[in-house]
């Protein structure tokens, strides 16, 4: 999925910047979709990617989101500690121990303008580094 074109596409129907991270070539996406008339309000713009290791990070950019919105994209995990990533502030949830954490092994979240930025996946703590810092580097 060329994610960057569908950014371009959808960056006209919201008012703030849309995350479109440049990233090396060997990360590749298979899903990004704006998400708009959600049932919580919330408008969603969502990529999923697969890194060079074969594991997955989806991005979800949630506008004007609120703290519920929130706690539902991190499975109501609380936050297990802080890093700084690119100039921002990430927020960190590790499931990594739990039984079953699926596609929320491990999260990284963070405010950016009116957008809370959600990470969250099965990867390396360096993948998530790089796609955390790649995001930072493209916020206005």
């Not at 979800?60 to 890093?83: C, E, H, K, M, Y």
């Not at 100039?87 to 957008?115: E, F, I, K, M």
Request: proline fraction near 4%.
């Amino acid at each position: 999925v060329d994610y960057r074109a569908a950014g371009a596409a959808a960056q006209s129907d919201v008012a703030d910047t849309l995350v479109i991270p440049d990233l090396p070539a060997d990360w590749t996406a298979n899903r990004a979709e704006l998400a708009t008339g959600t049932a919580d309000g919330v408008v969603r713009w969502e990529i999923g990617f697969l890194t060079p290791g074969g594991a997955y990070i989806g991005l979800v950019q949630g506008i004007d989101a609120n703290p519920s919105w929130l706690a539902d994209q991190v499975a109501n995990t609380r936050a297990s500690g802080n890093v700084q990533l690119g100039g921002l502030d990430w927020a960190t949830y590790d499931r990594r121990d739990a039984a079953d954490p699926g596609n929320l092994a491990y999260a990284l979240t963070t405010v950016s303008g009116a957008s809370t930025i959600v990470l969250g996946g099965t990867a390396s703590d360096q993948e998530f580094a790089v796609l955390a810092t790649a995001i930072a580097k493209g916020r206005p």
